[in-house]
């Protein structure tokens, strides 16, 4: 089991910065994949942004592209999610999953989820 723990969200203004973290736990962490998704009231949940496990060739959408950097940091167990330029559009609640793969073997995509942290963008 992989335990996933949010934080860094909040009330911010149009134009502003956050910095969301996301700690697991309870597997060694730089055997997983982590990606960042939302969802905003009423809407599906999408994808946000990406990171394999080796650190290379994030992905991001389309809609967060130049203005969210995705990282981590293997010593920390931690991912996290840079988000500048902020905007109406961008709030939802935020959670992180990780994906892995046993033994070489089966692949799981995003298996493990956490609570996830609301981020909600003021006028």
């Known amino acids: 089991q992989v335990q996933l723990v949010e934080s860094g969200g909040g009330l911010v203004q149009a134009g502003g910065s956050l910095r969301l973290s996301c700690v697991a736990s309870?597997?060694?962490?730089?055997?997983?994949?982590m990606a960042w998704f939302r969802q905003a009231p009423g809407k599906e949940r999408e994808s946000v942004a990406a990171i394999a496990r080796t650190g290379g060739s994030p992905y991001y959408a389309d809609s967060v592209k130049g203005r969210f950097t995705i990282s981590r940091d293997n010593a920390r167990n931690t991912v996290y999610l840079q988000m500048n330029s902020l905007k109406l559009e961008d709030t939802a609640v935020y959670s992180c999953?990780?994906?892995?793969?046993?033994?070489?073997?089966?692949?799981?995509?995003?298996?493990?989820w956490g609570q996830g942290t609301q981020v909600t963008v003021s006028s």
């Open positions: 309870g597997r060694i962490f730089s055997s997983l994949d």
């Open positions: 999953a990780a994906s892995e793969r046993i033994n070489g073997g089966t692949y799981y995509p995003y298996r493990y």
